[in-house]
């Protein structure tokens, strides 16, 4: 009877070490990472969390070169400069990916409300940067050589009803993705046209192949993560 009693409470432990392991900010840094390079759009900037990760990586590096300075054990040193060089890693990986979705979706994204206002203020101006220079270099060097109908650097031509020549993220990729808790209620986006009406259920801690288009809510929310 005691025996289960301990083993429920060690269980108990666990489960509480291993909810707090994954709520701190390297790990919260890493789902936003993992979520970022897998998502096909760019997705909200995590503006709170890479503050506090930034001052993080101040404080750390602070205390790397104090700990050198006194002369600690080099092997502690070694361990202290292993966990900045990995949060450094994860904090530039992330940016740079999303700097790569700018470069890559610019237009697209400079005049679509929703993803504009996904960017951070850095990320605004970058954007609208390539996009005023971009297309200064493309009117310059092409459009103006163009006839009339073709100097759009949007449309193909003036009978173009929509932006053809404006690259957009495939929302209908397929993803890896896992559910923290369970989610009824979800409309696939994909597959025949009968099986659309019919509602999908995801179990927590499954892994899942499905259209991203049929979760971006829920990966938005928070509810699902990417692998």
Not at 93 to 103: D, V
Not at 140 to 159: A, C, D, F, G, H
Not at 162 to 168: A, L, Q
Request: charged share 35%.
């Amino acid at each position: 009877m005691a025996s289960g009693s301990v083993e429920g409470e060690q269980s108990s432990l666990a489960d509480d070490y291993d909810a707090l392991i994954s709520t701190t900010d390297v790990e919260l840094l890493k789902r936003a990472w993992r979520n970022e390079k897998a998502a096909p759009e760019i997705l909200r900037f995590e503006s709170d969390l890479i503050t506090r990760v930034r001052e993080q990586i101040e404080l750390m590096e602070e205390t790397v070169e104090e700990k050198l300075t006194v002369g600690t054990d080099p092997l502690s040193v070694s361990l202290y400069q292993m966990d900045l060089d990995r949060t450094l890693f994860l904090l530039r990986s992330y940016l740079r990916i999303r700097i790569l979705k700018i470069e890559k979706y610019m237009f697209h994204i400079r005049k679509t409300e929703e993803l504009w206002n996904r960017l951070s203020k850095d990320e605004k101006f970058f954007t609208e940067r390539c996009t005023d220079d971009l297309k200064k270099h493309l009117e310059e060097s092409v459009l103006s050589k163009l006839p009339e109908n073709y100097q759009s650097y949007e449309r193909q031509s003036v009978i173009s009803e929509e932006d053809d020549m404006v690259p957009e993220p495939r929302l209908d990729t397929f993803v890896l993705c896992r559910s923290k808790e369970y989610l009824t209620g979800i409309q696939l986006e994909d597959g025949p046209v009968d099986d659309r009406s019919k509602l999908f259920e995801m179990e927590p801690d499954v892994l899942y192949f499905i259209c991203y288009k049929s979760i971006k809510s829920l990966v938005e929310s928070g509810k699902i993560d990417l692998l």
